[in-house]
């Protein structure tokens, strides 16, 4: 095995074995690699389940409210903050939300908490020093929940666009449902002008549809995208409305029923997400045809969803980021499809094709991918050039070849949404490794690495790596196992020698930990640039994708 200071091939074996061994203990028996919603148990979820009990249910879900306000009381950090995770630097965005909401339900009880997480605020640079024009809104939201602005001062949700269904679901995509129960929540209880007031009478039922729709494709279960923030905004609204009285009875329902026994409630669960990285970087660590894997494939096939999504106007095909009833997702889905015609059998054919062809219909006119609205105006939500090169990956795995007029227009678009130090941003991911890695790949197989998008893009990656071997954001940060993994991935698919990335491996094989595996990072954005998380099922998939190619490549 040819190597510059990576060890043996049996160091590097070991590696791959444990870190396969790892990842294959989290693998439950119908084949979701699980790390369980305890990982995901947030501040915001929380913050949000407890306001809306405020509001849907004080008297009957008063043990619910305080239980959620002592874990927040129990989460802040000593320096009077919050984080998205409890555990982590305090951030902006839970910290305002935070201490909104435990005002909003006993400003007696928690002055304490309040004031410190004001103090908090205050010191950060108020809201307005928040580099999230979205957070800032939400933030602003709960600050008028709790009496610290005036209703005329929060954001108007204008309502009367619901007349327009099409520009309404462009104008806020993935926040159809929240913007929609909020802005019908600001008909009652903000000052509107004679012809705001007449518009919204219009459009009101037109939004509430847009919640109902939602809601019922989860079965009427009584939660949205099964995340307590999401279903805490859309809850709150309802209820201030005095709109959806049975939706608002079924969110109570779910909120004691999803309840954790620290008080805690989670966001969306991530069964996609945690398993197709899993799945693809043991695919490319050598473990194709392991038989476990057999599971995981029928799984994706199982979860695909038949039925089209009708708030976002999106036909059938897609795979979500959770369950089987999910919101439609153009990453998860093209990675999924990439997973799956990675994998042996032929029994996921149909669902490789059927997602292919959501994957065309769903590309903007621009020729990019957001999150699944086409020419979605929403900067969270897309268009985003990870996402984009994730797709036409996923387009080319599932056989369109890389002349298609649709990689073709991709490849222009994420020409023209290159930085000018040669990097590409991401909307669901930290900026900017992993999104110029992803981007150097979609070029490089589409058999474009001597494009000068994927020749400075390229450049970048190797001119900032850390001196220690690793990848961080780009900035000097240290390095992660996630980023490192992608740089050293998307290199070498790009044609570098593996002499170029050795000292990103060795990094790799030195950042095990005792047990065999690799420690997460909160790398995703949760809200981009403000709230972050970590996924192990990503940290130990990358990890094995970047081992298995370089042991291929040294060969």
């Known amino acids: 095995m040819t190597s510059v200071d990576t060890g043996t091939a049996e160091e590097l074996e070991t590696a791959i074995a444990d870190g396969a061994r790892v990842l294959f203990a989290a693998q439950r028996q119908d084949g979701v690699f699980d790390y ?48 998205m995770v409890p555990g982590l630097p305090s951030e902006p965005g839970p910290t305002a939300v935070s201490a909104a909401a435990l005002h909003l339900v006993d400003p007696v009880a928690n002055a304490a908490e309040v004031a410190a997480g004001r103090r908090w605020m205050a010191d950060y640079g108020g809201l307005e020093a928040i580099p ?19 209703p005329h001062e929060m954001r108007r949700f204008p309502l009367e666009l619901a007349l327009l269904p099409g520009l309404y679901r462009r104008l806020f995509d993935l926040r159809l449902p929240m913007a929609s129960a909020l802005g019908l929540a600001q008909t009652r209880h903000r000052p509107l002008t004679r012809l705001q007031r007449l518009l919204a009478r219009r459009a009101e039922p037109n939004a509430l549809r847009v919640v109902r729709q939602a809601f019922e494709h989860e079965g009427s279960a009584g939660s949205w995208s099964e995340d307590a923030w999401v279903t805490g905004l859309v809850c709150t609204g309802l209820a201030r409305a005095g709109l959806g009285q049975d939706m608002v009875d079924a969110a109570v329902g779910w909120f004691r029923r999803t309840m954790h026994a620290d008080g805690s409630w989670a966001t969306t669960p991530l069964d996609a997400a945690w398993t ?38 999106c036909p059938p095909g897609f795979w979500g980021w959770s369950g089987a009833h999910g919101w439609p997702a153009v ?4 990675e999924i499809v990439s997973v799956l015609a990675k994998l ?56 369109v070849l890389a002349g298609d007029t649709r990689v073709r227009r991709a490849l222009r678009w994420l020409g023209r949404a290159q930085l000018p130090d040669g990097s590409f941003e991401s909307v669901w991911y930290r900026e900017h490794t992993m999104g110029t890695a992803a981007v150097l790949e979609a070029f490089a197989r589409s058999g474009r690495t001597g494009d000068e998008t994927a020749v400075r893009a390229r450049s970048w990656l190797l001119g900032t790596r850390n001196a220690d071997g690793s990848w961080g954001d780009g900035h000097g940060a240290p390095g992660t196992v996630e980023e490192t993994g992608w740089a050293v991935s998307s290199l070498l698919a790009a044609g570098e020698e593996p002499a170029a990335v050795a000292t990103g491996v060795r990094w790799l094989l030195d950042a095990r930990t005792a047990e065999g595996g690799w420690t997460p990072e909160p790398v995703h954005e949760y809200v981009r640039r403000v709230s972050r998380y970590a996924n192990p099922g990503f940290t130990h998939g990358m990890a094995l994708r970047a081992l298995g190619r370089y042991r291929t490549a040294a060969r």
């Open 36 to 83: 369980g919603a305890s990982s995901l148990r947030s501040t915001l979820a929380t913050a949000g389940a407890i306001t809306a009990l405020h509001f849907a249910d004080p008297g009957g879900a008063a043990d619910l409210i305080a239980a959620g306000v002592d874990r927040l009381r129990r989460t802040r950090n000593d320096d009077g903050g919050w984080a």
């Open 344 to 399: 042996p059998g032929s029994g996921q054919a149909g669902a490789v094709r059927t997602a292919a062809g959501w994957l065309r219909d769903r590309q903007d006119s621009r020729g990019s991918w957001g999150l699944c609205v086409r020419n979605t105006r929403v900067a969270n939500s897309g268009p985003c050039p990870m996402t984009t090169a994730q797709a036409v990956d996923a387009l080319l795995d599932a056989g």
């Open 331 to 334: 990453l998860e889905t093209s």
């Open 132 to 150: 999230h024009p979205e957070v800032v809104l939400w933030c602003r939201q709960f600050y008028g929940f709790a009496g610290w602005l005036a």
């Open 276 to 313: 197709m990285y899993a799945v693809r970087g043991l695919v490319e660590a050598g473990y194709r045809d392991d038989p476990r894997l057999a599971a995981s494939r029928d799984l994706f096939v199982a979860l695909q969803q038949h039925r089209p999504f009708l708030a976002f106007g």
